[in-house]
């Protein structure tokens, strides 16, 4: 009998042990890392308004600039404008680190940008409506050969920037620095003064930068992300310091990092920290390992915790509690609409658009294109997974080579055209144009030129006459069927697929058609 009381203790210990487990445990809603917006989005920002979420994120050489999205719930969201339909006047290409703010029934985007002179700076733009997109303010600071990553933060009644300097001085380490604003918040005032400073030693490799703040009982916590963000090289991640009040001292956790890569995410970092009701998450980008490097940086959510007994935050995040990149939606596009959807983008330093849909028919003009891009007129959309088929139907008789491509910049991208009747299988790498077919076709009206491309860089081409029968393209280099994309990597973003046009100045392309699916 004395046994079977000690056994049932025991059960019963073990029982109570189980419980006080479980809720020292995230609830089964915690979400520990997960990409919640499809496609593309590096650097993203995220904001809370009335209790609705709003997030846009960088679009490098991309336009339009900025997309903005919104959500109930963090975790789905619906694409809703651009902070910019065409460039700011003064800008010319590197379109980073939008930060969204929200001030006094006014949004405000702080971006980064070159200006024409190819020096990187922080400008600003404002609206009451975010549906409606941005009037740009124009610069708002600049310091020495480069400021980015901007990010602003109220404190009391007093409103802060901070950004990232000395990134392109060798002389001097990288730190982020920090102004007081104006009280519109368009203008610098004040002293600037130091925030953090980046270390060579240790894991930030001399590099921080994609500061956001927070504010948790009496403290103001900065994440910051560390070492290199980009690319097949990159060694990205996150960590965290604190202070007592905005201009510091700023003191950096000692167990950093807290945030580093796993089996599906690579190079995680610059992101946006928010709470909602009792939770804390942050939104930040990272490559999708399937497919790496030539995917671009994905917006990813991971709910972070905190240590109460030595007041710093922490993640819970490895191969177990993550999931891989799963947001996947086929896309097609008939034309009809009488302005290019926007999920189309568009190569801003190298092609000046000009497309037209009415109908069924897109019509592409090759129209002021950069001379030393080889690639041509080029249109594209975010592949959302490394293996896809994209295809679409082209006019054949036009006097410009038109088509299907995958491209990662001028300099380097693989496609498959149709000009007067000839298929021409291409290449550009390293800014070289290379043919590695061609063959006539007749007198056809139209022509379906179909790739499949399988881990986001190696592509099998097929064409049809009718739709149904189709016949592989053939990479006469190698006499191979499959054309090796290898060099579609790129440090800044990742491979478009879509359509293109090339030839003489303001010669076109005709689609009738395009789809993109998994």
């Not at 510091?248 to 970092?269: A, D, R, S, V």
């Not at 801003?348 to 129209?367: A, F, R």
Request: glycine share 10%; charged share 20%.
């Amino acid at each position: 009998m004395r046994l079977l009381s000690f056994f049932a203790l025991v059960l019963l210990l073990a029982s109570c042990k189980t419980k006080l487990d479980q809720t020292n445990e995230p609830s089964q809603t915690a979400v520990f890392q997960t990409q919640v917006i499809p496609g593309e989005l590096p650097d993203p920002s995220v904001i809370e308004v009335d209790g609705t979420f709003y997030a846009t994120g960088s679009s490098n050489d991309w336009g339009p600039l900025y997309p903005i999205y919104e959500s109930s719930d963090l975790r789905n969201w619906r694409f809703v404008n651009y902070v910019f339909k065409e460039i700011p006047e003064w800008t010319s290409s590197s379109f980073w680190a939008p930060e969204l703010f929200y001030r006094d029934g006014k949004f405000y985007c702080y971006y980064t940008a070159k200006r024409k002179d190819g020096v990187s700076v922080i400008g600003v733009a404002s609206t009451e409506d975010i549906s409606s997109g941005f009037e740009d303010h124009g610069q708002l600071l600049e310091w020495g050969n480069e400021s980015i990553d901007a990010f602003v933060f109220q404190e009391g009644n007093e409103l802060y920037v901070s950004w990232k300097a000395y990134g392109l001085n060798p002389d001097k380490p990288i730190q982020l620095l920090g102004a007081a604003l104006s009280e519109d918040g368009l203008q610098l005032k004040g002293e600037v003064f130091e925030m953090l400073t980046a270390e060579s030693g240790n894991w930030e490799k001399g590099g921080i930068e994609g500061q956001s703040i927070v504010e948790k009982d009496g403290y103001l916590y900065l994440l910051y992300s560390g070492n290199a963000c980009c690319g097949a090289s990159c060694d990205y991640m996150v960590g965290v310091a604190r202070a007592k009040s905005f201009q510091g001292p700023w003191e950096k956790y000692p167990g950093n990092p807290i945030l580093t890569g796993n089996q599906n995410w690579k190079c995680p970092g610059h992101g946006t920290a928010i709470q909602t009701g009792d939770d804390w998450y942050y939104l930040y980008h990272a490559y999708p390992t399937a497919g790496f490097p030539y995917l671009g940086r994905a917006a990813v959510l991971s709910q972070f915790f905190w240590n109460e007994a030595e007041a710093w935050p922490y993640f819970k995040v490895n191969d177990q509690s993550s999931q891989p990149s799963h947001l996947k939606k086929d896309f097609k596009d008939e034309f009809n609409s009488e302005k290019l959807g926007a999920v189309w983008r568009y190569d801003i330093p190298n092609y000046e658009q000009e497309v037209s849909t009415d109908s069924g028919k897109l019509v592409m003009v090759d129209k002021n294109r950069d001379p030393s891009n080889p690639s041509g007129a080029f249109i594209g959309v975010n592949p959302e997974a490394a293996d896809f088929t994209m295809e679409a139907a082209v006019l054949a008789n036009s006097d410009a080579l038109s088509g299907i491509a995958l491209y990662a910049t001028k300099q380097n991208s693989v496609g498959l055209g149709v000009e007067n009747g000839e298929l021409v299988l291409w290449k550009v790498k390293d800014g070289s144009l290379e043919i590695l077919h061609e063959r006539n076709l007749g007198q056809e009206d139209r022509v379906r030129l179909r790739a499949t491309v399988e881990q986001g860089y190696r592509l099998n081409f097929e064409y049809s006459l009718d739709g149904k029968a189709w016949s592989p393209v053939t990479n006469d280099q190698n006499g191979a069927s499959q054309v090796e994309g290898d060099h579609l990597d790129f440090w800044s973003w990742g491979i478009k697929a879509g359509l293109f046009v090339r030839g003489e100045e303001n010669s076109k392309g005709e689609f009738e058609n395009f789809k993109l699916t998994y």
